[in-house]
């Protein structure tokens, strides 16, 4: 099964983990034998009803539960396996467990097609949910339920689409549609906000599809980033926002920001854990504390695989290495490099063989190179900004000129709207290292809690400082010009 930790009474096949984290386990592992099977599993311990167990097995007698996120499962876990994998089999013995799922919630949504009021996990273990509260999120948990029945049920009509199922495909198409309509009316504003303003939310409604139009992805794609930032580029999503972030960000034209939260290493982080040792995910961000202690809550494990969903990311991002085609019976070969990284390489073998995408920056200079098994096609498009083209099997190798590094960057004071400094990567290190000369404590608590906006500046929250502190950031950005 796929479990989450190994190492206390537990392990069980938690649905909302693999839910999320089965596109990165299909480019990693060949996992089609072994999700088969489970899959399997979750056909027959789900509910008459169609509901599906929070673990499968049921070990919990959770049939009826039905969470969103988690019962998804029974349908974009097949998905998943169709698009990476190849499989189209799995979507002939699955289909009839997918349907149960978006029914059962077609059902619990009602008229209006709003799920409202069930018991829901939501963005399970935001950070800033209380620890004895996980499920206490800032995103709305009926606006991540009924987002991911949408989700769900748009998936599904794709799924009967490609089985040659027209008439499922036309119904459950036209459920998406109300389903689409009725969580716009009910969660987003006319000016493109979403209730419940939080970064999840917004990754919701960029990644599945639920926003309107180019100027609103664009202007809740502003808002995403701009709340990243507030936060200090640290993470402020769960179980549901954080492997749709990097994504989202990304599309709408902030990979920067994308990049910054990738590379941060104050808690809640990604890196955080390996600034401590950690070669594992763990479930809580903070399961490990600073001083080395372990975190006296609940719900502490140092093997979680389910927030790992971002190394998909890195492999069809950064790397540039994606399935164009179920199975990788095409590829698109797209790196977006990033200023924190001078080389990336992904390797994935297929049914056909091995797909590879690798680059290298040397100055302005970056080189990438492709190999493209036979019988396949790969289209590109280098970041450059020129036009994609089709290639076909073979070795391959592109030189492109990028902008040099920290061309953007703006010389800061302590004037400078801290936002700016954030965005500087020099000028941050420089405030954090001046302000841990003053005092480490303070330093920490200062650079968590402090909103990185366009009107705040160090000069203006200098009267909060300990004596010094301005003096030695002043200095430090005076060094750096």
Same mark, same amino acid.
């Given at each position: 099964?796929?479990?989450?930790?190994?190492?206390?009474?537990?392990?069980?096949?938690?649905?909302?983990d693999? $839910?999320?984290?089965?596109?990165?386990?299909?480019?990693?592992?060949?996992?089609?034998?072994?999700?088969?099977?489970? !899959?399997?599993? *979750?056909?027959i311990?789900?509910?008459a009803?169609g509901?599906v167990?929070?673990?499968?097995p049921d070990v !919990?007698?959770?049939?009826?539960?039905?969470?969103?996120?988690?019962g998804?499962a029974?349908? !974009?876990v097949?998905w998943a396996?169709?698009?990476?994998l190849?499989?189209?089999?799995?979507?002939?013995?699955?289909?009839? #467990?997918?349907?149960?799922w978006?029914?059962?919630?077609?059902?619990?949504?009602?008229?209006?097609?709003?799920?409202?009021?069930?018991?829901?996990?939501?963005?399970w273990?935001?950070?800033?949910?209380?620890?004895?509260r996980?499920?206490?999120a800032?995103?709305?948990r009926? +606006?991540?339920?009924?987002?991911?029945?949408?989700? #769900?049920?748009?998936?599904?009509?794709?799924?009967a689409?490609?089985?040659?199922?027209?008439?499922?495909?036309?119904?459950?198409?036209d459920?998406? @549609?109300?389903?689409r309509?009725?969580?716009r009316?009910?969660?987003?504003t006319?000016?493109?906000?979403?209730?419940?303003d939080?970064?999840?939310?917004?990754?919701?409604?960029?990644?599945f599809? *639920?926003?309107?139009?180019?100027?609103?992805?664009?202007?809740?794609?502003?808002?995403l980033?701009?709340?990243?930032?507030? /936060?200090g580029?640290?993470?402020?999503t769960?179980?549901v926002?954080?492997?749709?972030?990097?994504?989202?960000?990304?599309?709408?034209?902030?990979?920067?920001?994308a990049?910054r +939260?990738?590379v941060q290493t104050?808690?809640?982080?990604?890196?955080?854990?390996?600034?401590?040792?950690?070669?594992?995910?763990?479930?809580?961000?903070?399961?490990?504390?600073?001083?080395?202690s372990v975190?006296?809550?609940?719900?502490t494990?140092f093997?979680?695989?389910? *927030?790992g969903?971002?190394?998909?990311?890195?492999?069809?991002?950064?790397?540039?290495?994606?399935p164009a085609a179920?199975g990788?019976?095409?590829?698109?070969?797209?790196? $977006?490099?990033?200023?924190?990284?001078?080389?990336?390489?992904?390797?994935?073998?297929?049914?056909?063989?091995?797909?590879?995408v690798?680059w290298?920056?040397?100055?302005?200079?970056?080189?990438?190179?492709?190999t493209?098994p036979?019988? @396949?096609?790969?289209?590109?498009? !280098?970041p450059d900004?020129?036009?994609?083209f089709?290639?076909?099997?073979g070795?391959?190798?592109?030189?492109?000129?990028?902008?040099?590094?920290?061309?953007?960057?703006?010389?800061?004071?302590?004037e400078?709207?801290?936002?700016?400094?954030?965005?500087?990567?020099?000028?941050?290190a420089?405030?954090e290292?001046?302000l /841990? @000369?003053?005092?480490?404590?303070f330093?920490?608590?200062?650079?968590?809690?402090?909103?990185?906006?366009?009107?705040?500046?160090?000069?203006?929250?200098?009267i909060?400082?300990p004596?010094?502190?301005?003096?030695a950031?002043?200095?430090?950005?005076?060094?750096?010009?």
């Amino acid at each position: 099964i796929p479990t989450d930790c190994p190492q206390r009474d537990e392990r069980m096949g938690w649905t909302g983990d693999i $839910q999320v984290f089965a596109p990165t386990a299909a480019f990693l592992y060949d996992c089609d034998a072994f999700l088969s099977s489970w !899959l399997d599993d *979750l056909a027959i311990e789900q509910a008459a009803s169609g509901s599906v167990p929070i673990v499968v097995p049921d070990v !919990l007698g959770s049939a009826d539960m039905g969470a969103a996120a988690w019962g998804d499962a029974a349908v !974009l876990v097949p998905w998943a396996m169709w698009e990476r994998l190849g499989d189209r089999s799995v979507l002939e013995r699955q289909f009839a #467990s997918m349907t149960g799922w978006v029914d059962f919630v077609a059902r619990r949504a009602g008229a209006d097609f709003i799920w409202a009021g069930d018991f829901q996990f939501g963005d399970w273990l935001d950070p800033s949910a209380p620890p004895d509260r996980p499920q206490a999120a800032k995103a709305d948990r009926d +606006l991540v339920a009924t987002a991911y029945f949408y989700r #769900s049920a748009r998936t599904l009509a794709r799924a009967a689409d490609v089985l040659g199922r027209a008439e499922d495909a036309r119904r459950y198409d036209d459920l998406a @549609t109300q389903v689409r309509a009725a969580w716009r009316r009910a969660f987003v504003t006319p000016a493109g906000r979403i209730m419940s303003d939080a970064q999840t939310a917004y990754a919701l409604a960029l990644e599945f599809g *639920l926003a309107d139009g180019a100027d609103e992805r664009a202007a809740m794609g502003n808002r995403l980033a701009q709340l990243v930032e507030i /936060g200090g580029n640290r993470i402020g999503t769960g179980f549901v926002g954080t492997p749709l972030i990097q994504d989202a960000l990304t599309s709408t034209g902030h990979l920067d920001v994308a990049a910054r +939260l990738l590379v941060q290493t104050q808690c809640p982080s990604w890196l955080y854990p390996v600034t401590l040792g950690a070669t594992t995910i763990w479930e809580r961000w903070d399961s490990m504390l600073a001083d080395g202690s372990v975190n006296p809550g609940e719900m502490t494990s140092f093997n979680h695989y389910a *927030l790992g969903a971002i190394a998909d990311w890195l492999h069809r991002t950064v790397a540039g290495l994606a399935p164009a085609a179920p199975g990788y019976a095409s590829i698109r070969i797209a790196p $977006q490099p990033i200023d924190q990284l001078t080389w990336a390489r992904a390797a994935h073998t297929s049914r056909f063989g091995v797909h590879e995408v690798a680059w290298n920056r040397d100055g302005d200079a970056l080189t990438v190179t492709a190999t493209v098994p036979p019988n @396949t096609m790969a289209v590109v498009r !280098l970041p450059d900004g020129a036009a994609e083209f089709t290639v076909g099997s073979g070795q391959h190798a592109w030189t492109v000129t990028l902008p040099p590094l920290d061309a953007n960057a703006q010389p800061v004071t302590i004037e400078s709207p801290l936002v700016d400094v954030l965005r500087n990567p020099r000028a941050y290190a420089a405030a954090e290292h001046a302000l /841990g @000369t003053i005092s480490p404590e303070f330093a920490a608590g200062f650079l968590a809690n402090v909103e990185w906006t366009q009107t705040a500046t160090f000069a203006a929250l200098g009267i909060m400082m300990p004596p010094g502190a301005l003096e030695a950031v002043a200095a430090e950005f005076a060094s750096l010009a």
